[in-house]
C-alpha cells in the first residue's frame, strides 16, 4: 500500500493560483501526481473496471463514458489524494466556508464521440479532474472561456436544457481563439467552477481516464451525492477528511457506511436498463468494429 505522505507531497498549491482561480474560474497543476500515485489508482481500480450494464457497485456505461460511482468502494487512493489538505485548503478559501465531498467518481472514455457544445454545469461546487493519463485534443482536452463563471450568461443561453446543464448559443463564444484548452501529462489536475462556460472537441481516441469530484459549500451540503464507502477506506481518513464526508447532522452515530439515498449518475440521466443495455450492445459493435479496421487498415 502506497504511504499518504507520498501523496501529500505531491500537491502544493499556493496563495497565487487561489487568485487565478478566483479570477479566471479554472486553474490547471500540471503533471502534479507521482508516477506511483497514479499506478497505485490504476491498480485498485482494476478489478472495478469490468463493464456491465446495470451493475451500479462495479461501473456502468453511459454513452461513451465507463463509470465508477462509488470509489470510496474500491480506490483508497484516489480517496485520499482528493481529500489531500491542500486541496480541501484551496476549497475552504475559495468558498469561504467549509467545503464538503459532493461526488467522487471515475470516467473512463470508451468510445470516441463528436463534440459537447458549450455549456455551463451550474451549480455553486468546484469540479476537480485528476488525469491519470495524456490529456491532448485528441484524447479530449476541455476548453473554457475564462471568466465566464463570474456572469452575464444569461442572454446567451440556447432553449434547450438539461436539470444540471445551461447550453449557450456557441455563436456568443469564440471557442477558436479566446478558449483556453488544458493539456498536461498523467496525474494533471484541473479544478473549475461549475458555472464557468466550457465544451470539449471530438474525441478521436478512447482511454481518457479521470477522477472526477465536486465540493460543494457546507451550506450547500444537500447537494451531494450519497457515495458507498467500505469500512476499509474510512477508516484510513483522518478526522478532518472524514468530516467532508459525514457532514453534521449525517454523521452522528451512523455506522461508517452510507448506502446511497439519492440518485446516482445513472438515475440522473434515466437511463432504463434497456438503454444500458443498447450502449453495451453498441459498445461491443464499436470494438468489433475498431478491431477489424486494425486488421484489415480499411
Ligand atoms: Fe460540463
Avoid at 454513452?63 to 480517496?79: K, Y
Avoid at 469540479?127 to 444569461?154: A, C, M, P, W, Y
Avoid at 457515495?227 to 449525517?250: K, T
Avoid at 440518485?263 to 434515466?270: E, F, K, M, P
Amino acid at each position: 500500500m502506497i504511504e499518504k505522505e507520498e501523496i501529500f507531497q505531491d500537491i502544493d498549491i499556493n496563495e497565487g493560483d487561489l487568485k487565478a482561480l478566483k479570477l479566471d474560474g479554472m486553474l490547471v497543476l500540471p503533471n502534479k501526481l507521482k508516477k506511483n500515485t497514479i499506478e497505485e489508482i490504476k491498480k485498485q481500480l482494476k478489478n472495478f473496471n469490468k463493464i456491465t450494464f446495470n451493475d451500479q457497485i462495479g461501473s456502468i456505461i453511459i454513452s461513451e463514458n465507463q463509470w465508477i460511482d462509488n470509489l470510496g468502494l474500491c480506490s483508497s487512493t484516489s480517496i485520499q489524494v482528493i481529500l489531500n489538505p491542500s486541496l480541501l485548503e484551496l476549497a475552504d478559501a475559495y468558498f469561504g466556508e467549509k467545503a464538503v465531498l459532493g461526488s467522487c467518481r471515475y470516467q473512463k472514455k470508451i468510445k470516441t464521440h463528436g463534440p459537447l457544445p458549450p455549456h455551463s454545469d451550474k451549480g455553486p461546487g468546484l469540479v476537480v479532474f485528476i488525469f491519470l493519463n495524456q490529456i491532448d485534443e485528441i484524447t479530449g482536452s476541455t476548453r473554457f472561456i475564462k471568466g465566464s463563471h463570474l456572469g452575464g450568461i444569461k442572454d446567451k443561453l440556447t432553449k434547450f436544457k438539461h436539470m444540471d446543464t445551461d447550453y449557450v448559443d456557441p455563436a456568443a463564444f469564440n471557442f477558436e481563439y479566446s478558449s483556453f484548452a488544458v493539456s498536461g501529462g498523467p496525474g494533471t489536475i484541473l479544478i473549475f467552477n461549475q458555472k464557468i462556460i466550457h465544451d470539449l472537441p471530438k474525441i478521436s481516441k478512447t482511454g481518457r481516464e479521470i477522477i472526477w469530484a465536486t465540493f460543494y459549500p457546507q451550506s450547500k451540503a444537500y447537494l451531494s451525492d450519497d457515495h458507498i464507502f467500505s469500512r476499509n477506506i474510512l477508516a484510513q481518513l483522518s478526522e478532518s477528511q472524514r468530516s467532508r464526508i459525514l457532514f453534521d447532522g449525517v454523521a452522528k452515530g451512523v455506522p461508517f457506511m452510507k448506502i446511497g439515498g439519492n440518485l446516482s449518475v445513472s438515475d440522473t440521466y434515466n437511463i432504463s436498463n434497456f438503454k444500458r443495455l443498447y450502449y453495451v450492445t453498441s459498445f461491443c459493435i464499436f470494438l468489433i468494429v475498431e478491431k477489424f479496421r486494425a486488421l484489415t487498415g480499411i
